[in-house]
């Protein structure tokens, strides 16, 4: 045998090795099943030939998740991140929140920090559907949007009450109802004037704050879904968030160096996304850390790469999905990297809009592809506009009423005019009527 052919035999069995690692690890880490092989791997192939795909119909399958398009099967469930990175702001990724969304049509968003939102509202999906909110902590990369979030529903045809759970506070006015307390002090100008123009229903907030000491302790249980959460560390009155439904199991750490209460009760999780920093080293060339702070932010007030693998090694979900640092082409192989340390498991470095299909059988994992030109969906509820002339009468003062221009108020009320004969309707003008009311 020539040195070419020893070459050949060498790097074929080293095919065959890699693969064969890669299907073993895959099992191991899938509660004993048979190796997932993801469809999008496999699309357009068949083992007997070529596969004919049409030449102006849909194609039978796709690489990317369109929202919206695909039925969510009674016994499946799908997450989505819409915010996988750091409080440092950049477009390419929003703070942290994951949306959950079951087979039995209900849907549950985890954090909300700054960013999320445009992500949420990309998804296209009716605000009166995404009426259950859950906070690990009030920091805001994980809460900072929920504000806008809430206020601006209405104006976006959200009918549906707010649902929001947050632990309670070392000191009471740390807690999660003393940040709404405060919330709605800070912005109830802007809840007045939404309300007094748009169906003021989606203003109204339920919130539940609760023992963020308990250990596995059940705040959700409605519909055949149950939500424990354990007590994180990452300061106090931080949790971590576990869903089980129909037999699949979500756990979320927000953020939390790991925990025994996150070690001794997921376990065995369909699906296990725990924060995940960057190794010290690149802390410090990209954010400007010294050293001291890069060891205290990426190991002690967070979790960092190393410590990730073994948590996941300890409780060997199904799959395991990193967050919370700046997903780039060379962080990703540093983070990678450093959990392959700790863990050979399945895993997953997010990043914003990737998604996952899980049912007991296989978990697929996609990029969506989101609308960056969405409007709001439409209300799933009849609306009932408010008196606005009566609330406007209470924004307005006598000054500011006699200061309309005249003239642009005439050309409005004909704007309106022609806009109910056109339309069959009989809407009134409100503050462009003043200048006429006399005459």
């Known amino acids: 045998m020539n040195k070419y052919d020893v070459t050949k035999v060498f790097l074929s069995l080293s095919i065959v090795i890699a693969i064969g690692g890669y299907l073993i690890g895959y099992s191991d880490g899938n509660k004993n099943r048979d190796p997932i092989i993801m469809e999008s791997a496999i699309a357009g192939t068949n083992s007997s030939g070529p596969t004919e795909w049409s030449k102006t119909g849909p194609y039978p399958h796709h690489d990317v998740y369109y929202p919206g398009t695909e039925e969510l099967k009674p016994d499946e469930m799908r997450v989505i991140a819409c915010g996988s990175g750091m409080p440092t702001p950049r477009l390419k990724q929003a703070a942290g929140c994951f949306l959950v969304e079951l087979g039995n049509g209900e849907k549950f968003i ?12 990309a998804l296209g999906i009716p605000l009166d559907q995404l009426d259950k909110v859950f906070l690990g902590h009030l920091h805001l990369d994980h809460a900072g949007d929920f504000p806008a979030f809430y206020f601006t529903g209405p104006v976006n045809n959200r009918l ?31 809840a007045a004037t939404r309300g007094a123009v748009v169906d003021p229903r989606g203003l109204e907030l339920e919130v539940n704050e609760f023992d963020w000491t308990a250990m ?16 994180a560390i990452h300061g106090e009155q931080s949790v971590s968030f576990i869903l089980d439904w129909n037999g699949l199991t979500f756990a979320f750490s927000s953020d939390t160096l790991p925990s025994t209460g996150y070690r001794d009760h997921t376990k065995g999780a369909d699906i296990s996304i725990h924060e995940c920093f960057m190794p010290p080293r690149m802390m410090m060339s990209k954010l400007g850390m010294t050293p001291s702070e890069a ?79 969405s409007f709001p ?21 006598e000054t500011t009423l006699k200061s309309i221009e005249p003239e642009s108020a005439r050309v409005t009320n004909e704007q309106i005019e022609a806009f109910n004969k056109a339309n069959g309707t009989d809407v009134k003008p409100g503050l462009t009527a003043v200048p006429f009311q006399n005459q």
């Open 377 to 397: 969906t439409p209300a799933q509820r009849q609306k009932q506009p408010p008196d606005s002339m009566a609330i406007l009468s209470e924004l307005f003062s």
């Open 110 to 121: 985890f954090d909300m920090g700054a960013g999320s939102y445009e992500r949420i509202s």
């Open 295 to 373: 060891i205290f932010v990426g190991t002690q007030a967070h979790t960092s790469a190393q410590a990730f693998g073994k948590i996941m090694s300890l409780t060997k979900p199904r799959l395991a999905v990193c967050y919370h640092f700046q997903n780039d082409s060379d962080t990703v192989l540093a983070v990678y990297d450093d959990i392959r340390k700790t863990y050979d498991g399945p895993v997953d470095l997010a990043t914003d809009f990737m998604v996952w299909n899980i049912t007991t059988d296989e978990i697929r994992k996609r990029m969506a592809v989101p609308n960056h030109e």
């Open 160 to 190: 549906q009450p707010v649902r929001l759970w947050g632990p309670n506070g070392v000191k009471p006015e740390w807690g999660t109802k003393a940040w709404v307390k405060h919330m709605e002090a800070m912005w109830a100008w802007e």
């Open 216 to 231: 596995n302790n059940v705040i959700f249980d409605e519909n055949g879904v149950v939500i424990r959460t354990v007590p």
